[in-house]
């Protein structure tokens, strides 16, 4: 039986908003590496008035 192939998928993430900025710009190989992006963006925010931006992963294959 042949291998199944995993589909050549990559991910971005995308603004609620719907605004594109450096973060939007990044593709990620891995759901994982999109999901750690976000882990340092929201790392950031943790104590900060500052208002945050929601992102989503979204896959682009």
């Given at each position: 039986?042949?291998?199944?192939?995993?589909?050549?998928?990559?991910?971005?993430l995308?603004?609620?908003?719907?605004?594109?900025?450096?973060?939007?710009?990044?593709?990620?190989?891995?759901?994982?590496?999109?999901?750690?992006?976000?882990?340092?963006?929201?790392?950031?925010?943790?104590?900060?008035?500052?208002?945050?931006?929601?992102?989503?992963?979204?896959?682009?294959?």
């Amino acid at each position: 039986m042949p291998e199944a192939r995993r589909p050549n998928n990559s991910y971005v993430l995308v603004r609620s908003d719907g605004r594109s900025d450096k973060v939007t710009a990044l593709t990620f190989e891995s759901y994982d590496a999109a999901y750690d992006e976000l882990e340092r963006y929201y790392r950031d925010f943790c104590c900060s008035d500052d208002e945050k931006i929601e992102y989503t992963i979204t896959s682009s294959g």
